[in-house]
C-alpha cells in the first residue's frame, strides 16, 4: 500500500458527461500528479500541482481541468466525456515536486465510456 | 525532448530463468533521473528503484540488479531465477531537471509484459 489513495475505484458513464476523480496524496506529500493509461497511449502524464499550485502541465485535453484544494487532495474533472477517455486514471505524490523525488502512486480509477 | 525505449513489448520465460528487460533513454539534460515501475496484474504501480544520471554504479537488491550506462544511454533491468509472482507489466521511465520550479513529470516507456510460467 503506497499511502495514496483514489476514489472512485471504477466509474462507468455515458459520452458526454462529466466526472470527478479524487486522490489523497500520502501523509507530508505537498505534490500530486495525475497520468492517464490507455492502450493506445500507454501511461502519459496530464498535470502536477505543488501546495495548490499548478506546476507542470502534460498533453492534458482543454475539457480536462484539476485543482489541488488545501488540505492537499487533488480532483481531476473530465467534461464532455467521449469514448476515448476510457483509461486508468493514476495519481501519485512526493515529498517536494521535484525531478528526483520517487513517484507514489495510487491504485487508480478506471474509468469506462460507454 | 525525452524519450523512453523499451523494445521488448513481451517476454516469457520459464521459471528460475534469468530475463534482462531492455530501457534505453533520450534526454538533452545532464541531470536527470531514471526509475523502474512495476504493475502487476492488480493494476497498482510499483516503484523499484530510482538511479541519478552521475552515478553509474550498478545496483543489486536480492534477485533483482539493475545495469546504468550512459554511454549507451541504457538503464537495463534484471531478475535473477524468475519465480511466477514477478510476472508483471515492468515500466521504465526518465525525469530531467533540477530546477525545484519548474515541476517534474514522468516519461514512461511503452512497458514490457513479463510472463513467468511453472
Known amino acids: 500500500d503506497s499511502g495514496v489513495t483514489q476514489t472512485p475505484k471504477h466509474l462507468i458513464t455515458a459520452t458526454g458527461q462529466r466526472v470527478t ?14 497520468y492517464q493509461q490507455s492502450l493506445d497511449q500507454g501511461l502519459q502524464f496530464l498535470i502536477q500541482y505543488y501546495n495548490g499550485e499548478e506546476r507542470a502541465k502534460g498533453n492534458i485535453l482543454e475539457r480536462f481541468s484539476a485543482q489541488q484544494f488545501p488540505d492537499l487532495h487533488s ?3 473530465l467534461s464532455s466525456l467521449e469514448l476515448g477517455d476510457s483509461a486508468l486514471y493514476f495519481c501519485a505524490s512526493t515529498t517536494q515536486g521535484n525531478s528526483y523525488n520517487e513517484q507514489f502512486f495510487g491504485p487508480g480509477t478506471r474509468l469506462t465510456v460507454l | 525532448a525525452q524519450k523512453v525505449t523499451q523494445a521488448q513489448t513481451e517476454i516469457s520465460v520459464v521459471e528460475k530463468e534469468d530475463v534482462t528487460l531492455d530501457c534505453v533513454y533520450e534526454t538533452r539534460d545532464t541531470t536527470y ?6 504493475q502487476p ?5 510499483v516503484f523499484l528503484i530510482r538511479r541519478n544520471s552521475f552515478d553509474e554504479q550498478n545496483e543489486i537488491s536480492g534477485r533483482y540488479s539493475w545495469n546504468f550506462q550512459k554511454s549507451t544511454s541504457s538503464f537495463n533491468f534484471t531478475i535473477t531465477a524468475s519465480q511466477v509472482v514477478d510476472s508483471a507489466v515492468y515500466f521504465c521511465a526518465l525525469s530531467e531537471g533540477t530546477e525545484e520550479t519548474s515541476g517534474s513529470r514522468l516519461t514512461f516507456g511503452e512497458g514490457t509484459q513479463l510472463t513467468v510460467n511453472p
Open chain 1, 21 to 34: 476523480l479524487r486522490c489523497s496524496p500520502r501523509s507530508g506529500d505537498l505534490s500530486v500528479y495525475w
Open chain 1, 75 to 77: 480532483e481531476l474533472n
Open chain 2, 33 to 38: 533521473y531514471l526509475f523502474w515501475y512495476k
Open chain 2, 41 to 45: 496484474p492488480s493494476g497498482e504501480l
